[in-house]
Nanobody
Framework: QVQLVESGGGLVQAGGSLRLSCAAS????????MAWFRQAPGKEREFVAG????????YYADSVKGRFTISRDNAKNTEYLQMDSLKPEDTGVYYC??????????????????WGQGTQVTVSS
């Protein structure tokens, strides 16, 4: 398994932006399909964005499409989530997740076997 550490969360006003980072350990980062999930208080963890390892294709939840962008820098072993036009409903703890050699989009938390500790994002109205 890969070790993941998120950073970049914080408090921002509605309409603002944040960029989250997920630093990964290990030499095979480019072989991992990565994803971002979020969890609001009292709610289940939900998929936000994903990035498959082979094709580099990206996919998003409908609620963030057009506002969030997932990307990676394999040289830095880091996955990013650029979040623009933030809304109060984007508030939650954001987690990055990884699984080795998945080549198709996966949307369920159970389909990933490595997780970071999470970073809090709070969007005020």
């Amino acid at each position: 398994q890969v070790q993941l550490v998120e950073s970049g969360g914080g408090l921002v006003q509605a309409g603002g932006s944040l960029r989250l980072s997920c630093a990964a350990s290990g030499r095979t980062f480019s072989s991992y399909t990565m994803a971002w999930f979020r969890q609001a208080p009292g709610k289940e963890r939900e998929f936000v964005a994903g990035h498959t390892w082979r094709s580099g294709n990206t996919y998003y939840a409908d609620s963030v499409k057009g506002r969030f962008t997932i990307s990676r820098d394999n040289a830095k072993n880091t996955e990013y989530l650029q979040m623009d036009s933030l809304k109060p409903e984007d508030t939650g703890v954001y987690y990055c997740a990884a699984r080795l050699f998945i080549s198709t989009p996966r949307y369920l938390p159970s389909e990933y076997d490595s997780w970071g500790q999470g970073t809090q994002v709070t969007v005020s109205s």
